[in-house]
């Protein structure tokens, strides 16, 4: 429980960000239809790596902080970039089953 708490804090330093990618992405799957959908995807996965390169070199420090709880990197990132693909498939999915 420990070890979610902690992932989830990370998450939030980029999630608004990501909230309003994926709510921009559900809006156009909702206008033009599933026929968007790969364009979409690959923009997701596009702007999560620029999320990551962001924190990666801007925001270095707050991995100390993390490692020392015993987290690493790649558990941080693996953790919540798998959390934000899986909701952002779950709400495309929903999005398109409404339409």
């Known amino acids: ?3 979610l ?7 939030k330093l980029f ?3 990501s909230l309003i990618i994926t709510l921009l992405s ?12 790969t364009a979409l995807f ?4 596009f702007t999560l790596a620029l999320f990551v390169y962001y924190i990666q070199v801007f925001k ?3 991995f100390y902080y993390y490692k020392n709880l015993g987290l690493s990197r790649k ?8 959390f934000d693909l899986t909701v952002f498939v ?3 999915i929903l999005t398109h089953s409404i339409q």
Do not use: E, P
């Not at 708490?5 to 998450?11: A, D, E, I, P, R």
């Not at 559900?26 to 959908?37: D, E, M, N, P």
């Not at 558990?75 to 798998?82: F, G, I, N, P, Q």
């Open 1 to 3: 429980m420990r070890r």
């Open 5 to 11: 708490g902690l992932v989830w804090s990370f998450y």
């Open 15 to 17: 999630a608004f960000a």
């Open 26 to 37: 559900l809006f156009t799957v909702y206008t033009w239809g599933i026929a968007t959908i």
């Open 42 to 45: 690959w923009f997701k996965v």
């Open 60 to 62: 270095r420090d707050v």
């Open 75 to 82: 558990s941080l990132w693996v953790s919540t970039l798998y």
């Open 90 to 92: 779950m709400l495309i």
